[in-house]
């Protein structure tokens, strides 16, 4: 054996890890789709060797612009999630996966780009004409949550998330109307990175909750019997294990005003994506038929003890039967 390779197997000798780890480099695996059909939601799949710890789709319409993105969930071997429906007038976008292995390392695809408005049979994945829930959409910072899309994407079955960082107030707000439709952030009582959970100090505290919108917008009207309204909120980091919260939103004329509108359930499976969107059939109040109401009241319990108590004014909405 020649002196270079003597070296080679002195260092492999000494460091056994290298070798390991180039043979467990996180790879995606993905075909890429040459087209998708407009006005069609298309379902992307890819899979990951060794097997990864979470998975990212990401699309723009701009090359060189921010990525808007749509968490994966894993199922039967592999990744997936569901792009929002382009329209007829886009021609094209850009997408690419990005995936987190059990460690820090993590890996991408590169932006595919994709046409729009092609004969369906020569377009891969699956497409589909309605969805069985809304698609979460990560938007990227500076851009409007409203559209939750990037231009030339439909967002009907949309809600958008902002990326923002937690901040670490400990106690519940009332938060006027310019704040809130900044998105305004709070963290739980029971803990948000305290150190402290339900009956003390304990391991997994639970995660602090912040606000972030509305879908309607404020300033919509709304059917009470035709119409459902989606409230977004975001766990502050991801919780070991999934959470079960039990919420109420409620709509007041005032701070201290008249109950006039509320929805309420239970969010069963709290952890990743740790955007949150909280939605039901909405219970009328005692301000008649139609009214006017600008305070939403948010509460979530954790095992029933307060996790957010959260107030938040100037938000108007116009209820009609």
């Excluded at 059939?281 to 319990?301: K, N, Q, V, W």
Aim: net charge neutral; aromatic share 6%.
């Amino acid at each position: 054996m020649n002196r270079l390779g003597s070296r080679a197997v002195l260092i492999l000798a000494l460091f056994p890890g290298l070798s390991a780890a180039s043979a467990t480099a996180l790879e995606v695996q993905h075909q890429p789709l040459p087209c998708v059909v407009a006005d069609r939601f298309v379902r992307i799949a890819a899979k990951a060797s060794p097997p990864a710890r979470s998975a990212e789709l990401q699309f723009r319409t701009e090359t060189g612009g921010s990525w808007y993105a749509v968490a994966m969930k894993a199922e039967d071997g592999e990744w997936s999630a569901v792009l929002p429906r382009p329209t007829p007038s886009l021609a094209g976008f850009e997408y690419r996966i990005v995936m987190a292995g059990e460690g820090s390392e993590t890996s991408e695809t590169p932006a595919y780009a994709v046409t729009v408005g092609a004969d369906p049979s020569a377009c891969g994945g699956a497409d589909r004409s309605s969805v069985s829930s809304s698609i979460v959409v990560r938007v990227p910072p500076g851009a409007p949550v409203v559209p939750p899309v990037p231009r030339g994407f439909n967002p009907t079955g949309v809600v958008a998330v902002e990326e923002r960082a937690p901040t670490n107030t400990k106690k519940a707000l009332v938060i006027g109307g310019a704040a809130a439709a900044a998105g305004a952030a709070v963290v739980a009582a029971l803990g948000g990175g305290s150190g402290s959970g339900p009956g003390g100090p304990g391991p997994d505290p639970v995660p602090g909750f912040r606000f972030e919108g509305t879908i309607p917008a404020p300033g919509a009207t709304i059917s009470m019997s035709r119409d459902t309204v989606q409230v977004l909120v975001r766990m502050d980091r991801e919780p070991t294990s999934p959470l079960t919260l039990d919420w109420v939103v409620e709509w007041h004329q005032a701070v201290v005003g008249t109950l006039c509108a509320s929805m309420s359930a239970t969010f069963n499976g709290a952890q990743r994506p740790t955007s949150l969107v909280l939605t039901a059939p909405l219970a009328p109040g005692r301000c008649g038929a139609s009214f006017e109401a600008s305070t939403l009241r948010i509460t979530i319990l954790v095992a029933a003890q307060i996790a957010l108590d959260l107030i938040l004014t100037d938000l108007p909405f116009h209820f009609e039967p």
